[in-house]
Structure formats: C-alpha cells, structure tokens
Nanobody
Framework: QVQMVESGGGLVQAGGSLRLSCAAS????????MGWYRQAPENQRELVAD???????RYADSVKGRFTISRDNAKNAVYLQMDNLKPEDTAVYYC?????????WGQGTQVTVSS
C-alpha cells in the first residue's frame, strides 16, 4: 500500500554534495518517523539519520556536521542534504518510513563518492 520512492543519488568527488529526496505515496495517515539508512557492500544496513514529524532528528556519528535531514509533512517527504562527502559514504541509501507498527522501505538509491 504505502510506497517510499527515493531519488537524488549519483557519483560525486570527495568533498562534493548531493541531496536525496524521498516521498511516501499511498498513505492517508501521517508517517511518524522518516529517515535514511545505508548499506555498503559486505556491511550491514545502518542508520544515517531520521526525523520525527516535529523535526527532532538523530544522526550517525559518522555524518554529524556533514549531513542534514529535513521533512515536509504536507508532502510526506523527507530529504537528506549531504555535504563534504567522503569515499566511505559510498553505499546504497534507503528511505524508511514508520507508521505505528508498520515499516516501509524504498528501493534504494546509489551514492558513490570517488577519491
């Protein structure tokens, strides 16, 4: 029913920036928490950042000061501004939404940072 659709990934050089977007569709109810996870080859999926409807956010230590999460509740959208990208940020980034006990994942968008 509810689908999360990401966009904005790509290939950038170290020190560059990208902005990821995710929109939830097929839901008439508010999404409690929206956020971003990432998974690099041979690694587990890990939290990057997430945000409540009220704008309270948390970040992985590795991205603090470089990434900024924001959301537009009216559009059921969440964004991730990524600055000063590093090669270790290379991964597939997944949008995640939680509505009560229900969790929905996007299909993922590739972010590649070259050195």
């Amino acid at each position: 029913q509810v689908q999360m659709v990401e966009s904005g990934g790509g290939l950038v050089q170290a020190g560059g920036s990208l902005r990821l977007s995710c929109a939830a569709s097929g839901s008439g109810d508010a999404i409690d928490v929206m956020g971003w996870y990432r998974q690099a080859p041979e690694n587990q999926r890990e939290l990057v950042a997430d945000s409540t409807r009220g704008g309270f956010a948390r970040y992985a230590d590795s991205v603090k000061g470089r990434f900024t999460i924001s959301r537009d509740n009216a559009k059921n959208a969440v964004y991730l501004q990524m600055d000063n990208l590093k090669p270790e940020d290379t991964a597939v980034y997944y949008c995640r939404g939680r509505m009560g006990l229900s969790v929905r994942w996007g299909q993922g968008t590739q972010v590649t940072v070259s050195s």
